[in-house]
């Protein structure tokens, strides 16, 4: 067996890989952060579960932490009421960055992670399978139910050779998106092997798979090691590791080879991480802002690296350089062995270590900048501002073009490999509730500002709807697209306020109109193109919208986590059986979804009258899903 398979078949606990479209697996670890743990939460507490269930449950605060108003302080007031009363570990704001943190302090490889984030795969770096999804699935799972995924194809990406200097692991995940691109990956989890596989520490693994969901598959994974072994000793666990390899003759799906020494230093150009060009073909180009830091690339490693490059040395005039570590213990390390100093000294903005940046909520760059990102995601107006241009690139080409206010390649002038620690030091006093972990403290109140609603829950699926053509978008639309995070996001708690700005970037009219219909007796429907609802895990992108009243999304093609929390909210995820026939829906249009609950009952086919025509839709639906959906969503179905 492949790495892949061993850790899901421990954990199967429904269908059967051989015959069965879809798994249900138990889940060890789940990890929550402020901007989808709140709805996370208040889902949990509907439940009427007692306690957790989990090996452990991590609520990190990293998103909101800059709190202007008082909805996102209270939003952290009632997450960590919460994790004390139901025996959830709670990491406060400053602690660090979700991923980093959970990588360093509670990953366990052969376990599963379920986390209320797309970038929850980072633990595939240390040979977990970590997923990302919605924040009701991570309630469900909270409370000992089992998570599902459509039984996955695996593609084994097989490394081999050694990175050259001033090229690293953001390049590598650069080179297979170049391959594979952002679309048509649903399904799939990527397994990385090969000789290629020891030449890279873990920090660098697991930037790969964090970056492995703008591929959108389900998960990536490497093999848990002796290079995962030294990095677990290092951080004081050495009692959690497990050796997990695939088997000499071991099978895969598909197979693709990266020669490491042939990588060269890569960039995603505007508006796509799929959009991949050389930084040889962009060099010399003006750049304004430089941001270095997020999820993806804020470890020792990394930022040692920047350092070396701008030791004795200052950052060009005309750029703003910014710089958020991944988490505390990266930043110790850092004044230890005089990098911060250095960092200071070349005219670096030493932010907190948040994710900040990388969605929006703070140093958005000026009117038509070009911005220079280690973060995963460029998606238009991602970053505050609309007209800016952001390129995602590696430390080492951030580093080394903010010393001359151009894009330079880092091969030029490399510095020397930051060498993996002996010994990391370790500081939990940030990590509250671990004594409690899994038992809670009886008594506890839950503490719940003004901005906290109660959760919408869905009605049962109606025989027939007549309906409108609330809007009609084109292809990847993104969560970002759909639901606004940026200064929108500290009304994430409080549902008939964030629904205001649904695809506010799109059509700022969409929330009225929507709420016109729904009062008229209308459901709301959207017209997608390809690619719909790539991006973020944020649930809120579908319970929003139900809100609304929307009950189907009609498109070309729909991602993983996006079409999932479709279902969760009971809004059908039907696509074209004509792709051609998007063409026949404008917005505004009315229509008659008649027979759509004896569609979700049956084959899951359902024909819709336009003025150009028929148009002819499918669903392909677990007998869950069926349920799931014919119920009005997760919350409506559980009773």
């Not at 899994?438 to 500002?449: Q, W």
């Not at 809120?540 to 009243?549: D, Q, R």
């Not at 999304?553 to 479709?566: C, D, G, M, P, Y």
């Not at 979700?600 to 869950?624: F, I, M, N, P, Q």
Request: glycine share 12%; net charge negative.
């Amino acid at each position: 067996m492949n790495v892949v398979e061993k850790i899901l078949k421990a954990h199967l606990v429904e269908g059967n890989p051989e015959k069965d479209p879809e798994l249900g697996i138990h889940i060890d670890q789940t990890l929550t952060q402020d901007a989808t743990g709140t709805m996370a939460y208040l889902q949990f507490e509907s439940m009427g579960v007692p306690r957790v269930k989990t090996d452990v449950s991590v609520s990190y605060v990293d998103h909101n932490t800059v709190q202007i108003g008082f909805e996102n302080a209270d939003d952290h007031d009632f997450l960590q009421s919460v994790a004390k009363k139901y025996g959830i570990v709670y990491s406060k704001c400053g602690n660090g960055i979700c991923h980093q943190l959970h990588l360093e302090r509670f990953g366990k490889p052969g376990t599963t992670l379920l986390g209320s984030d797309s970038h929850t795969p980072t633990g595939g770096g240390i040979g977990q399978i970590a997923i990302g999804a919605g924040g009701i699935d991570i309630a469900v799972a909270m409370a000992g139910g089992a998570f599902h995924i459509p039984t996955p194809k695996v593609r084994a990406i097989v490394l081999k050779g050694r990175l050259r200097k001033g090229v690293s692991a953001k390049d590598v995940i650069l080179a297979v998106l170049a391959k594979y691109g952002t679309k048509g990956n649903v399904g799939w989890i990527f397994e990385y092997t090969g000789p290629g596989v020891a030449t890279l520490d873990v920090p660098s693994r697991a930037t790969i798979t964090n970056m492995g969901a703008e591929l959108g598959v389900t998960t990536s994974v490497f093999p848990s090691d002796g290079v995962t072994r030294q990095f677990l000793e290092a951080q004081g666990r050495g009692g959690d590791f497990v050796e997990i390899l695939p088997d000499a003759d071991a099978t895969y799906d598909d197979t693709f080879t990266v020669d490491l020494g042939k990588v060269e230093p890569l960039m995603a150009a505007p508006h796509s991480p799929g959009n991949i060009v050389t930084v040889a073909s962009m060099k010399g180009t003006r750049v304004n802002q430089i941001m270095i830091g997020s999820c993806t690339n804020s470890s020792y490693r990394d930022i040692r690296t920047v350092a070396l490059y701008l030791e004795g040395r200052h950052v060009a005039d005309d750029v703003e350089v910014g710089i958020a570590c991944g988490s505390r213990q990266v930043i110790n390390m850092l004044a230890k062995d005089g990098s911060l100093a250095i960092l200071h000294a070349a005219g670096c903005r030493m932010l907190e270590n948040a994710c900040g940046f990388c969605i929006g909520a703070h140093m958005s760059p000026r009117t038509g900048a070009i911005s220079l990102r280690t973060n995963n995601r460029n998606f238009e107006g991602r970053s505050g501002t609309k007209s800016a241009q952001v390129y995602l690139v590696s430390p080492e080409t951030a580093a080394a073009s903010a010393l001359t206010g151009f894009v330079e390649l880092p091969t030029d002038n490399p510095v020397a490999d930051v060498p993996a620690p002996e010994k990391f030091p370790v500081d939990d006093s940030m990590f509250l509730y671990r004594d409690t972990a899994g038992k809670g403290v009886e008594g506890t109140e839950i503490v719940r500002g003004p901005n906290i609603a109660p959760v919408p829950k869905g009605v049962p699926l109606a025989a027939d709807l007549p309906a409108v053509v609330a809007i009609k978008v084109g292809d990847k639309i993104t969560t970002d697209h759909i639901m606004p995070a940026g200064a929108r996001l500290k009304f994430r708690s409080n549902i008939p306020q964030y629904a205001k700005f649904v695809f506010e970037p799109c059509d700022p009219g969409f929330h009225d109109n929507c709420m016109a219909n729904k009062e008229k007796g209308l459901a709301n429907v959207i017209v997608a193109g390809e690619s719909y609802g790539q991006g973020s895990s944020r649930e809120h992108a579908a319970l929003c919208p139900m809100y609304l009243g929307v009950k189907a999304v009609f498109a070309k093609s729909i991602e993983r986590i996006h079409r999932a929390n479709l279902i969760n909210f009971g809004i059908v995820p039907f696509t074209f059986e004509n792709p051609d026939d998007y063409g026949k829906f404008e917005q505004g249009d009315a229509i008659e979804l008649k027979g759509v609950r004896a569609a979700v009952e049956g084959d899951g086919r359902l024909v819709v009258s336009t003025k150009s025509g028929d148009v002819a839709l499918k669903t392909s639906l677990s007998a869950r899903e069926r349920h799931v959906l014919l119920c009005g969503g997760l919350l409506a179905s559980l009773g």
